[in-house]
């Protein structure tokens, strides 16, 4: 890790880090269908958007924690869908129930010892970035699915923040 990067980057999942809604598009079992790729239990093809893995894998390469933070009521199926996708092994830190992402993002500081100012998170519901950039967390508005250029975004963001 870099001086001036985030020590923590989380993600949201639903339309952040994959194209569905896992409480209501998707329903397990998930059966493999090639990497990173699944199909549920009607036949429906699920993968992550097409940047994903690779910005997984570069934020793991730098050494940078990674967490996932999701409100959905399915939280069986979230988690399920995670390793089912072989996302599970990037993810140190996984919140993952109903509520405000702002319990999702207590749990993250109380367990990591990490900052808030020291974190950087990306979802596509505008609701959770204004609750969340009230802590001091660096948040990034994700709108058509996880991408290098919102990764860049972010991190010029979290790079130029005011101390």
């Known amino acids: 890790m870099n ?3 985030p020590r923590l980057v989380v993600f949201d999942l639903d339309y952040t880090v994959w194209p569905l809604y896992v409480d209501t598009d998707v329903t397990p079992p998930f059966k493999p269908e ?3 790729c699944v199909k549920d239990s009607y036949g429906e093809r699920v993968k992550p958007f097409p940047e994903v893995l690779g910005i997984l894998d570069e ?19 979230g988690r399920k869908l995670l390793q089912a996708l072989d996302l599970d092994k990037y993810f140190k830190y996984k919140e993952i129930y109903p509520g405000s992402k702002v ?3 207590k749990r993250f500081q109380e367990e990591s010892g990490f900052a808030y100012r020291d974190m950087l998170f990306f979802d596509d519901e505008p609701r ?3 609750e969340v950039s009230k802590l001091g967390v660096t948040c990034i508005l994700v709108e058509n699915g996880m ?6 975004l972010g991190f010029e963001k979290f790079k130029n923040r005011s101390s």
């Open 59 to 77: 934020l793991s390469a730098k050494g940078i924690c990674l967490g996932a933070a999701s409100r959905t009521t399915a939280v069986t199926t």
């Open 3 to 5: 001086e001036g990067e």
């Open 34 to 36: 090639g990497r990173n």
């Open 128 to 130: 959770n970035i204004v």
């Open 103 to 105: 319990a999702h993002f």
């Open 147 to 152: 991408s290098r250029q919102d990764l860049k």
